[in-house]
């Protein structure tokens, strides 16, 4: 049997409480309900990253509930990441958001936001709940795009230049890209080929250096929050 899992905010507390799952069981014969999963392995250093890549609703469905069956529903720190076709005419607004990048430790997820079938209510309950943490460089940003573009309120964002900032008292972590904060803090390298950050983002299919790029971003971030976080815990709270 197939199961279409979905998630409700539960509205006793407000807010601030975590989703609830719930799922419904699906006709097994019904082949337009079971899209293909995509996942692929991405390896930064040691880590073996799960990347899901998918336009399916029901797959979001079924990743968020996989990552939050098994991290938990409170207090969790999500690297977020989107991507756009470059518009390289000046003074032409940007392209709308083609895909979005999420990481739970190692499991990542990257959305089609410009081919899915659907927006999974899911992924707006996931996005707007207090609980969770969504961390990037320039995420505020991301965040504002999300919203002018598809409509995906993003609730609670924290910047990795102000934690870093935060942390070491020095005016230089404002201005640091993801690719330097990963070098300062975490002592990695991280490639940011020309090609594949200018490459066509809005494509039906993305190639594996894509997936590679866009999953890297968002498991960095992630990382990078938690490695800033050891020392300034209360900034979370």
Not at 20 to 43: G, T
Not at 70 to 78: D, E, Q, R, S, W
Not at 89 to 116: K, M, S
Request: with cysteine; proline share 4%; hydrophobic share 45%.
């Amino acid at each position: 049997m197939a199961i279409c899992y979905s998630a409700i905010p539960q509205t006793r507390l407000g807010n601030n409480v975590p989703m609830a799952i719930i799922y419904n069981p699906l006709p097994k014969n019904n082949v337009f309900l079971r899209p293909r999963i995509n996942v692929e392995q991405v390896s930064f250093y040691e880590d073996k990253l799960q990347v899901t890549v998918t336009k399916s609703a029901q797959v979001v469905d079924q990743w968020l509930f996989k990552t939050l069956s098994h991290y938990g529903f409170k207090n969790l720190i999500i690297g977020l990441d989107i991507e756009w076709l470059p518009n390289l005419n000046p003074g032409e607004e940007d392209h709308p958001v083609a895909t979005l990048q999420l990481c739970v430790d190692r499991h990542c997820l990257i959305f089609q936001l410009l081919h899915r079938d659907a927006m999974p209510v899911t992924l707006r309950d996931f996005l707007k709940n207090k609980n969770y943490y969504f961390v990037g460089v320039g995420v505020e940003d991301d965040a504002k795009k999300l919203l002018l573009h598809h409509g995906l309120v993003v609730s609670r964002t924290i910047d990795l230049n102000q934690l870093a900032f935060r942390k070491y008292n020095n005016h230089k972590f404002l201005r640091m890209g993801l690719k330097r904060l990963a070098k300062v803090i975490l002592g990695k390298d991280m490639a940011k080929p020309r090609d594949i950050t200018l490459s066509k983002w809005d494509a039906e299919v993305l190639n594996f250096e894509q997936i590679e790029y866009g999953a890297i971003d968002a498991f960095v971030s992630s990382q990078l929050a938690r490695a800033l976080n050891n020392v300034n815990v209360q900034y979370f709270m």
